[in-house]
Nanobody, 129 residues
Framework: VQLQASGGGSVRPGGSLTLSCEGS????????IGWFRQAPGKEREGVSC????????YYSDSVKGRFTASRDNAKNAAYLQMDSVKPDDTAVYYC???????????????????????WGQGTLVTVSS
């Protein structure tokens, strides 16, 4: 069972990047998918969540209007489209399978451990001119 996040890299402010989250030995269609990020010296925070049932999406205030979460159950994958990126978006980004009954976008320290299923290994996004 493995969750793989990919697509990170270096991008200039105002640019775009798409992160992917793919499941291996794990069917993502039964899970809500959370995106989280951790910048150096900061706690891991929730960025986005996409639900199981109707694909409803939720975002932190810091990325709302700039990031778009989506999923493709046929490909067993989820995505995070990042537009109009800012230097403050620099972080390691993680995807995780989370409780299918709800979406929570918050620092992980505020979320019960049982909310989480599997974590991907993280992909680094660097926003710099």
């Amino acid at each position: 069972v493995q969750l793989q996040a990919s697509g990170g890299g270096s991008v200039r402010p105002g640019g775009s990047l798409t992160l992917s989250c793919e499941g291996s030995g794990l069917s993502l269609k039964y899970w809500a998918i959370g995106w989280f990020r951790q910048a150096p010296g900061k706690e891991r925070e929730g960025v986005s969540c996409i639900s199981v049932s109707d694909g409803s999406t939720y975002y932190s205030d810091s990325v709302k209007g700039r990031f778009t979460a989506s999923r493709d159950n046929a490909k067993n994958a989820a995505y995070l489209q990042m537009d109009s990126v800012k230097p403050d978006d620099t972080a390691v980004y993680y995807c995780a399978t989370v409780n299918p009954a709800m979406c929570i976008v918050a620092p992980t320290t505020e979320i019960p451990d049982e909310y989480f299923g599997s974590w991907g290994q993280g992909t680094l996004v660097t926003v710099s001119s």
